[in-house]
């Protein structure tokens, strides 16, 4: 299949949260052309019923493919992907990359063998959770705990907004105050959100923890799913579609702005 060297990787989350995946794939591959698109008709995912999302997010995914033509689209979203990653690669024509808890790399590091999953409510009751935990993390007690503040709370952080420090640490505390929560070394940020929000949660943490999310491991997929399709010679300037826009989409503009994203669309 020859694609043109302009066709852009959509990204695709409910919020800002998959800018946490852009970031690194940007850094890996700094030619990529970008479409960016956050679903904020339907923010929150974490709080919606598998129905709702296994209806939603396919469909959605499929007008923005039509619209942007991209050669490869990455559910930068661990609630969408999942729950519905097999419906969107079902839809679409194009190659689908997905975001998934790092369970895998916090069981290879974990030195206590107790590792707390942070996500949505939605992500943490998962099957998709439970198989990662069977395969990956057989030895270990995996604690999970689901916050929908939390994805807020980085909203709040992009638009340029004061934090409450209380968040994160409740967030945190919902693994803590687990039995064995004691002994946790190693969070997951099984939410896009999250990364955005590490170092809050530093902050917050009573001891010192581990953080893991996937960003990384992400780019070097989309570097490899992308093989030798060619790139712009130059950086392009990238474009945020939002599938609603509100108040709040302008004081977003100049965080989306440091991540390479300078016009904003409506879908
Ligand atoms: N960023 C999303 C995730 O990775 C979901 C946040 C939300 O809309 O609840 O799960």
Known sequence: MTVSPDAPVLFFDSGVGGLSILAPARALMPNMPVVYAADRAGYPYGTKS?????????????????????????????????????????????????????????????????????????????????RLAREHGA??????????????????????????????????????????????????LACTHFPLVEEELKAGAPRPLTFLHGGEGIARRIAFLNGDMPWPDTPRPGTAVFTRIDPDVPSLAPALKGFGLETIEAL
Not at 90 to 112: E, F, N, Y
Not at 161 to 169: C, H, K, Q, V
């Open 139 to 188: 030895d270990c007690t995996i604690l999970r705990h689901g916050s929908a503040a939390l994805v807020d709370l980085a909203e709040a952080k992009l638009r340029g907004e004061t934090l409450d420090p209380g968040i994160a640490r409740d967030a945190l505390a919902g693994l803590l105050d687990q039995r064995e929560g004691d002994r946790m070394d190693m969070v997951v």
């Open 50 to 130: 598998e129905a709702e999302l296994m209806a939603r997010v396919p469909a959605l995914l499929g007008r923005l493919v039509e619209r942007y033509r991209p050669r490869m689209a990455v559910i930068a979203c661990n609630t969408a992907s999942t729950i519905a990653l097999a419906g969107v690669r079902a839809a679409l024509d194009v190659p689908v990359v997905g975001t998934v808890p790092a369970i895998k790399p916090a069981a290879l590091q974990s030195k206590t063998r107790v590792i707390g999953v942070l996500g949505t409510s939605a992500t943490v009751r998962q099957p998709y959770v439970d």
